[in-house]
């Protein structure tokens, strides 16, 4: 997890108004770009969600993991801390057209 890496990334994008696209698979820190504000996503794309840690057996923060949680709009928060989506190291999938239809996220063109 590499936050002020994410973070820079996110506010170029975020000052530009370039449109970032997630496509294929996306898992792990990756799930942060869901913050930029021109994202868009590709329904066949696959997101995978899991805890905010860096090894396999390295316990659950859950400070770390509401600030993983923050770059999700709220309802795909509200939806992964929920359900469990960030309580291991597992990656739990939701695929792109589910994060359009079900949680708000624009689709690419």
Request: proline share 6%; with cysteine; aromatic share 12%.
């Amino acid at each position: 997890m590499k936050f002020p890496e994410m973070d820079r990334i996110i506010a170029q994008y975020n000052r530009s108004g370039e449109r970032f696209r997630i496509e294929g698979t996306c898992r792990s820190s990756c799930t942060e770009l869901l913050a930029i504000r021109s994202v868009c996503i590709d329904p066949a794309a696959s997101v995978e969600f899991h805890a905010a840690i860096l090894h396999p057996n390295d316990p659950v923060d859950p400070a770390r993991n509401r600030r993983m949680a923050s770059y999700y709009n709220a309802k795909l928060r509200n939806f992964v801390l929920a359900n469990g989506y960030m309580t291991s190291w597992q990656f739990h999938p939701i695929s792109g057209r589910a994060l359009i239809q079900q949680f708000g996220y624009r689709q690419c063109p």
